[in-house]
């Protein structure tokens, strides 16, 4: 069954030659024209059909949705828009589709309504675009560490550990839940579960890169990640896809370089390889924000969102002096922060980032050395003893794309570190090993790739970037 995509078919010159095509029926017109669309780019493909040689019976069945094998002659197109058309010779229905079940018509729908037909909803131009961007992209990712000389490291998915502290694991156990066996204290005993011992999906692969970052040098992973934070937001996913690239011998600062160069050059990648799909989807942003109030409008388009952050250097701001812009401005005075601004100390909230990037600074901003409280136990501490070389970086509708740090290899520090925030170091005995053999000052950080799809596509709900999305109360399909 060989046939040619239409990505290729579009980007020919019509020359009368001969061809197959397969694909979906988008929409048909007039009893002859059929928008075809394979999915290997977002155009269709004009086919026309003599519906006077053709079986009645055929006829009836080229409905929206319906699967084809068009055959005939690629001709110089008629109609505008497009350079060839197929002339139909030949037409047979691989797939039907009732015109009245199927959920997908040739109108706008909501995103909403669409998730709820996530199987269906790359049939539309939107989520195809979205997904081969998607695609573009993490190949991006992996030309750009591999160029680099970075290794590929796949960490493990099932893992004892917590690495960020924060509790928020899906437990992975085949003990019965109905009779599960007791320890002396009246708990399950996970002695007897399948491990021996208690385990988790991972938050990140951080504390098992760091153990290659310390052989191989320059690592990174790219996998899936699971979080059960109960938060209904469009930039949270229970189940989300983290790159996290480590390395021996950085400090902070080459961490924040090695992280803006590496959004910088993925960017550019799709910038230049997904040309049809963004221009698609400027336009489609740009419609949305024209339903937003004035004030919610997100001043550039996508395309110059992208282009802006590939062309302008991030910003650089401790903790300290945004604490100090916060404290100071406006909507602070003025109460119109949810959570005010007084104090040092506390923990940024998203209010208070997209303050910071979209109305303060207008660009992506690098903040750093954080309060050692509210960051987790494997940061680097600084001499002030009170923040630590911790790095997050915001963006422009996005909020914190990525989470990162210089981590801490000294013994001790690290050691006194897991006591004060009562954390089990048995548990983390190889982690520590790391610091006994062969110990080097080393970083790396974490990029969440949906929100860095729902960057590239200005998406506003990370929900509509990955093909299924997982959520609270939602594990559909
Ligand atoms: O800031 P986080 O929690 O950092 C870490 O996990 C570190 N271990 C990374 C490292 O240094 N190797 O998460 C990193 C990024 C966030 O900045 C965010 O982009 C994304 O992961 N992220 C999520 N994305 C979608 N849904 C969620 N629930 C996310 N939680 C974090
Ligand atoms: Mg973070």
Redesign the pocket.
């Known amino acids: 069954m060989n046939g040619k995509k239409i990505k290729s078919i579009l980007e020919s010159s019509p020359n009368d030659e001969k061809c197959t095509v397969r694909g979906w029926v988008r929409t048909f017109r007039a009893n002859r024209f059929i928008a075809l669309n394979d999915g290997s780019t977002i155009e269709n493909l004009q086919c026309v059909v003599d519906f006077e040689k053709l079986d009645e019976n055929l006829l009836k069945q080229i409905n929206t949705g319906a699967a084809l094998q068009l055959s005939g002659t690629l001709v110089e197109s008629q109609g505008s828009g497009q350079q060839v058309e197929l002339q139909v010779t030949e037409l047979s229905i691989l797939g039907s589709s009732d015109p009245e079940s199927y959920p997908i018509q040739p109108k706008k729908h909501s995103l909403e309504f669409l998730r709820e037909k996530a199987h269906l909803r790359v049939r539309t131009a939107t989520f195809s675009a979205v997904m081969r961007v998607r695609s573009a992209l993490s190949f991006a990712v992996h030309q750009f560490f591999q160029e680099e000389g970075f290794f590929y490291v796949n960490t493990p998915i099932i893992t004892g550990s917590d690495?960020?502290g924060a509790g928020e694991m899906f437990r992975v156990s085949t003990l019965n839940p109905k009779n599960p066996p007791l320890n002396k204290d009246g708990n399950p005993d996970f002695k007897e579960d399948f491990f021996g011992k208690e385990t988790n999906l991972t938050?990140?692969?951080?504390l098992e890169?760091e153990a290659y970052a310390l052989a191989l040098g320059d690592v990174y992973t790219f996998g899936p990640?699971f979080?059960a934070?109960n938060?209904n937001t469009t930039?949270?996913?229970?189940e989300?896809w983290?790159i996290?690239p480590?390395m021996a011998f950085y400090d902070l600062y080459d961490n924040m370089d090695l992280a803006e160069k590496f959004i910088t050059s993925v960017l550019k990648h799709v910038l230049i390889s997904c040309k049809k799909d963004l221009k698609f989807l400027d336009e489609r942003f740009n419609k949305e924000e024209n339903t937003k109030p004035q004030q919610q409008r997100s001043t550039m388009g996508l395309l110059e969102k992208i282009n802006f952050v590939v062309s302008n250097d991030f910003k650089r701001v401790s903790y300290t002096e945004a604490i100090d812009i916060l404290r100071n401005s406006k909507p602070n005075k003025k109460k119109k922060f949810q959570y005010p601004v007084n104090e040092w100390g506390i923990d940024l909230q998203s209010e208070h980032e997209r303050f910071l990037v979209e109305k303060h600074f207008n660009c992506p901003v690098i903040l750093f050395d954080y309060p050692a409280n509210i960051k987790?136990f494997y940061m680097r501490r600084n001499d002030d003893g009170k923040t630590v070389r911790a790095m997050?970086?915001l963006f422009p509708g996005i909020g914190?794309?990525?989470?990162?740090?210089q981590r801490e290899e000294r013994l001790e520090v690290l050691e006194e570190r897991i006591k004060e925030m009562d954390i089990d170091a048995e548990e983390l005995w190889w982690y520590l090993d790391l610091r006994r053999f062969g110990s080097v000052p080393h970083s790396?950080?974490?990029?969440?790739f949906?929100?860095l799809v729902q960057f590239a596509t200005g998406m506003g709900n990370?929900r509509d970037v990955i093909p299924f999305p997982r959520t609270p109360q939602n594990a559909a399909f």
Do not use: N, W
């Open positions: 690495a960020e938050v990140s692969g951080q890169a990640t979080r934070e938060s930039r949270h996913l229970a989300f983290m996290e480590e987790a997050d970086i914190e794309i990525v989470g990162g740090s790396g950080f974490g990029l969440g949906e929100r990370i």
